[in-house]
């Protein structure tokens, strides 16, 4: 079956400095990806997301890579702020509609 | 433009006990998933609606039931409460007539099972 994961449990930055976030996949069918950040006490909230029919796309400040050759995804925070600091999930949208989510990576970002 | 609205926020059963619990989707939504979030996990999903029928269901009992309204509003029902159902329960809004299916989150409601 399907399964969502980030690489790394937690994720410490520095203000300012380029944070990289990793997610693995491995259902190879999944053709939508979605980027959620979550802050304790909230609902996740959508951040970026991409089709498998594309290699980049940006937002603000922010950049989603998808490689489908290893079936990894990634998503790029530019000048990390206080404000980012949160649960990140990436989840895979299959063809039955349901979202399937990693265990999450935390951020946290050292003024 | 409202966005995702569950209620209550908080609630506190206890074992064998009956819960409902609610969410309006975003505005022009007509699509409501329900997931069950655990303490330090990701969120699982529970099953989706869509034309007030059930058109997609995860890996939960069938104490856990649904419902949705004709306007598009949702309940979600688990009965026989178990001490694991203690969870974040989050509802999710979508637009089956985008194609992408982009799903919007509410807040969440807190359920702690005694």
């Known amino acids: 079956g399907e399964s969502v994961g980030l690489h790394l449990p937690t994720l410490s930055v520095q203000e300012g400095d380029n944070s990289i976030i990793n997610c693995a996949y491995s259902?190879?069918?999944?053709?939508?990806f979605i980027w959620y950040k979550q802050e304790s006490g909230k609902g996740p909230q959508f951040i970026i997301d991409?089709?498998?029919?594309?290699d980049k796309r940006q937002g603000q400040r922010v950049t989603v890579l998808l490689n489908k050759t290893v079936k990894h995804l990634s998503l790029q925070i530019a000048a990390t702020q206080p404000g980012d600091s949160a649960v990140y999930f990436c989840?895979?949208?299959?063809?039955?509609?349901?979202?399937?989510f990693g265990a999450g990576t935390t951020v946290t970002v050292r003024a | 433009d409202a966005g995702v609205t569950q209620s209550p926020t908080h609630l506190i059963k206890t074992r064998g006990q009956q819960v409902t619990l609610r969410c309006s989707p975003k505005s022009g939504h007509d699509t409501v998933s329900w997931y069950q979030q655990a303490l330090g996990q990701g969120p699982q999903f529970i099953f989706q609606y869509y034309e007030e029928e059930e058109r997609q269901r995860g890996n939960f009992p069938d104490r856990f039931s649904g419902h949705q309204f004709p306007n598009y509003s949702s309940e979600l029902n688990v009965n026989a409460l178990l001490l694991g159902d203690s969870a974040l329960y989050l509802c999710?809004?979508?637009?089956?007539?985008?194609?992408?299916?982009?799903?919007?989150f509410g807040p969440g409601t807190r359920l702690t099972v005694l």
């Open positions: 259902n190879s069918a999944s053709d939508y």
């Open positions: 999710a809004s979508s637009l089956a007539s985008t194609g992408t299916d982009t799903q919007y």
């Open positions: 989840a895979e949208e299959s063809n039955d509609y349901k979202l399937s």
């Open positions: 991409i089709r498998s029919n594309m």
